[in-house]
């Protein structure tokens, strides 16, 4: 089983600032299958990211995702207070999903 | 557009058997695999299993023997049955789907509002 941890655990920062969000996978893992969310208080998990690095449907340009291997990245170039939120990575393999323990982006 | 909807029994004791309900409104339902994901209260994600509308399953190891996915493919349902719950399982459970084909397989595109399942004696 592929163990993601991200980091930091929790990010303060003001409006408009930039955030940069960490997933390590215990082992490398194919780009196509790891995804990032976005969780608002009291609702579901949105996707925002599939393949790394694409964008899924209705997701402005403000949010992006890089990486390869075991390292992958989500970053949000001008946070929006919509965006102070928890996000996950989560990853496909083997006929498992895994998810990242999150990482809370909360206003500074 | 595709919504989930979901219900089931919201308070259980220790021992007994979790049911929950999720429909498929506005959606194909072929074409796709449909998971069921729990969250404890303020903790992260984690995956119970999937079927199609064939009924080919897959579950996470660390629940297969308590945990039951059936799907009723002329109306568009998927159920969950979880049995011998104990505390440890309450959390909030929600349905999503998982496209089979195209750019986005394997991520969860679409998820239904969430159900809270409080197991307390």
């Known amino acids: 089983e592929t163990v993601l941890t991200q980091s930091p655990g929790t990010l303060s920062l003001s409006p408009g600032q930039r955030a940069t969000l960490s997933c390590r996978a215990s082992?490398?893992?194919?780009?196509?299958?790891l995804a990032w969310y976005r969780q608002k208080p009291g609702q579901p998990p949105r996707l925002l990211i599939y393949?790394?690095?694409s964008r899924a449907t209705g997701i402005p340009d403000r949010f992006s995702g890089s990486g390869s291997g075991t390292g992958f990245t989500l970053t949000i170039s001008r946070l929006e207070p919509e965006d102070f939120a928890v996000y996950y990575c989560?990853?496909?393999?083997?006929?498992?999903?895994?998810f990242g323990p999150g990482t809370r982006v909360d206003i500074k | 557009q595709v919504q989930l909807q979901q219900w089931g029994t919201g308070l259980l004791k220790p021992s007994e058997t979790l049911s929950l309900t999720c429909a498929v409104y506005?959606?194909?339902?072929?074409?796709?695999?449909w998971s069921w994901i729990r969250q404890p209260p303020g903790k992260g994600l984690g995956w119970i299993g999937e079927?199609?509308?064939?009924?080919?399953?897959n579950y996470n190891p660390s629940l297969e023997s308590r945990v039951t996915i059936s799907v009723d493919t002329s109306n568009k349902q998927i159920f969950l049955r979880m049995s011998f719950v104990t505390a440890a399982d309450t959390a909030v459970y929600y349905c999503?789907?998982?496209?089979?084909?195209?750019?986005?397989?394997?991520?969860?595109?679409?998820w239904g509002q969430g159900t809270l399942v409080t197991v307390s004696s």
């Open positions: 506005g959606g194909s339902f072929r074409g796709y695999y």
């Open positions: 999503t789907r998982t496209p089979i084909t195209g750019n986005t397989v394997n991520v969860f595109d679409i």
């Open positions: 989560q990853h496909y393999g083997n006929s498992l999903f895994t």
């Open positions: 393949g790394a690095s």
């Open positions: 079927i199609n509308h064939t009924g080919t399953t």
């Open positions: 082992q490398s893992v194919s780009s196509t299958s």
